[in-house]
């Protein structure tokens, strides 16, 4: 079956912990994004990438960083300067010439 | 920059028709996107204008006016399952991600 996936589905952080979340698409996409959702509220973009080696910034990048060393994978790494990291985490791919996204189950990660 | 807006809840009942509103301003645009988004998990794809008029997809159509920076999606013979929030997302020129609007929680009573 060709998707998006995500892991873990919940995930807890400690205080000055780095942590980092997965996300694999075998659907052959070129662009991948990470966006964070908080309760109630829409989405947020984190950092999207187009091509492998090769990502920019979105609109709450601080506290955050990412690699795409290959196609198909796309982590996300919390770092502990993100002081408030408590969200739901959700991850997206799209083609060329096609700009729906489409999106992975999610990650939903928690402060201890 | 966007900046977009969708009314927070609206409540309609089963077997009726239902029109959720989505304004935006920006300063580029590529088209605009409806995904649903049932509680705790992810969006899932709606539908995607670029041109002005009507998209119709089963019970669900949505309507684009570039001129106005206005959509809506509109669904018909509303269903119990059919709560979930709505969110609008507009695709910026020059830029793959979406923009996304904090989205319309939709509760359809018996």
């Known amino acids: 079956d060709g998707g998006i996936t995500q892991s873990p589905k919940y995930l807890f952080r400690k205080e000055g912990q780095n942590v980092t979340l997965s996300c694999e698409q075998n659907l052959n996409h070129d662009a991948m994004y990470w966006y964070r959702q908080d309760p109630g509220q829409g989405l947020r973009l984190i950092y999207y990438?187009?091509?492998?080696?090769?990502?920019q910034k979105g609109d709450i990048a601080e506290g955050y960083s990412v690699s795409r060393e290959k196609k198909e994978s796309f982590p996300l790494t919390v770092t502990s300067a993100q002081k408030n990291p408590t969200a739901f985490y959700l991850c997206a791919s799209s083609s060329t010439g096609d700009e729906t996204q489409y999106f992975g189950p999610g990650t939903r990660l928690l402060v201890l | 920059g966007q900046n977009i807006d969708q009314p927070t809840e609206m409540t309609a009942t089963e077997g009726a028709i239902v029109q959720i509103n989505c304004t935006y301003q920006t300063s580029g645009f590529n088209g605009l996107f409806w995904y649903q988004q049932h509680a705790g998990e992810a969006p899932t794809f709606l539908s995607y204008n670029v041109l002005d008029g009507l998209e119709e997809k089963g019970r669900f159509s949505s309507f684009l006016s570039r001129s106005k920076g206005y959509s809506y999606l509109l669904l018909k013979e509303l269903q119990m399952k059919d709560s979930a929030s709505y969110l609008c997302?507009?695709?910026?020129?020059?830029?793959?991600?979406?923009?996304f609007g904090s989205g319309t929680r939709l509760q359809v009573q018996p």
């Open positions: 997302a507009v695709l910026p020129r020059g830029r793959r991600a979406l923009t």
């Open positions: 990438s187009q091509i492998v080696n090769d990502f």
